[in-house]
């Protein structure tokens, strides 16, 4: 009756909840892959840099 409406009208709110947990961390988690790709490709591009210092040191 009215007992299982409000349990089911609360695991409905928790897993809306849940979801909406699960959304913000997919982003924030998407968001420092993105952080990781660019600093390895800063990384890279220092380090081509640097090689081409030595060579024209020499």
């Known amino acids: 009756g009215r ?3 409000a349990i089911i009208r609360s695991a409905h709110t928790g897993l809306t909840a849940l979801r909406f ?3 913000i961390a997919e982003a ?3 968001s ?3 952080r990781i790709k660019t600093t390895k490709a ?3 591009i ?3 840099h640097e090689r ?3 060579i024209e040191m020499e």
């Open 3 to 5: 007992h299982a409406g």
């Open 21 to 23: 947990r699960v959304d």
């Open 28 to 30: 924030e988690n998407a």
């Open 32 to 34: 420092l892959r993105a």
């Open 42 to 44: 800063i990384e890279k």
């Open 46 to 48: 220092t380090r081509i």
């Open 52 to 54: 081409r210092a030595c």
